[in-house]
């Protein structure tokens, strides 16, 4: 099974909302990441957790949190977003090691910030 | 900073003609990957190679690391409707940890 899942597949928020986009995997892939991508551009890395903690971030306003609660799931908690903030949200796993390379991504989280 | 660049930014055929998609850098890499891409969905991992000079086949796409392992190539034998999507690269680099430095992305259509 190679498959990460999301949820929501959309979200449509206010600048004044607080809410959360899920990831999941069951590959056992001990390192997990949080894209952002914009139209017709690739992903943009945001954040890396590796055995649960957070190993690079990548200058991520703090409007963005996020969280690793066990090797399965990635959380990504958005509050106070700004319209820029708009974009397709990816998560992704990979195994760690030599093949940390080989990332696997889910379909994502279409944002739309109001 | 390493950087990997994509050519052409987009390509437009008919079915049933072959295409190549580039991949070049002045890094070396310790890995590359082709993902593909639909428009609202994640990337989908085609393939990671790793040794300099390798070529794998994944049906009618042939994929090359350059023997330097600093470019790629994508080639598609025949192309078909469903080979339509956004052509990613991406690298990895010992040095980077597990960041991959993606290229610029190479947008395919294919008509039928």
């Known amino acids: 099974d190679t498959e990460v899942t999301q949820t929501p597949k959309h979200l449509v928020m206010g600048m004044t909302n607080k809410k959360s986009l899920k990831c999941e995997q069951h590959m056992g892939h001990r390192a997990m990441y949080w894209y952002k991508q914009k139209a017709k551009k690739p992903p943009e890395l945001m954040f890396v957790?590796?055995?649960?903690?957070?190993?690079i971030n990548e200058s991520v306003p703090s409007r963005f949190s996020p969280e690793c609660p066990n090797s399965s799931l990635l959380n990504l908690h958005l509050h106070a977003l700004q319209p820029e903030d708009s974009a397709l949200y990816l998560c992704?796993?990979?195994?760690?090691?030599?093949?940390?390379?080989?990332?696997?991504f889910g379909p994502g989280t279409r944002l739309t910030v109001t | 900073t390493q950087l990997l660049e994509q050519s052409p930014q987009f390509l437009s055929i008919q079915e049933g003609e072959n295409l190549t998609v580039y991949c070049n850098s002045s890094?070396?890499?310790?890995?590359l990957q082709w993902y593909r891409q639909e428009p609202g969905e994640g990337p989908v991992l085609l393939v990671t190679v790793v040794t300099g000079g390798e070529v794998k086949k994944l049906k009618r796409l042939t994929f090359q690391f350059g023997d330097a392992r600093k470019d790629s190539s994508l080639h598609i034998t025949a192309a078909q409707p469903g080979d339509t999507g956004l052509y990613l690269c991406?690298?990895?680099?010992?040095?980077?940890?597990?960041?991959?430095?993606f290229g610029g992305g190479t947008r395919v259509l294919v008509k039928p």
């Open positions: 957790y590796s055995y649960e903690k957070l190993s």
């Open positions: 890094s070396v890499f310790s890995s």
């Open positions: 992704a796993s990979s195994p760690s090691g030599v093949q940390a390379y080989e990332q696997y």
């Open positions: 991406a690298g990895g680099a010992a040095a980077a940890g597990n960041k991959l430095t």
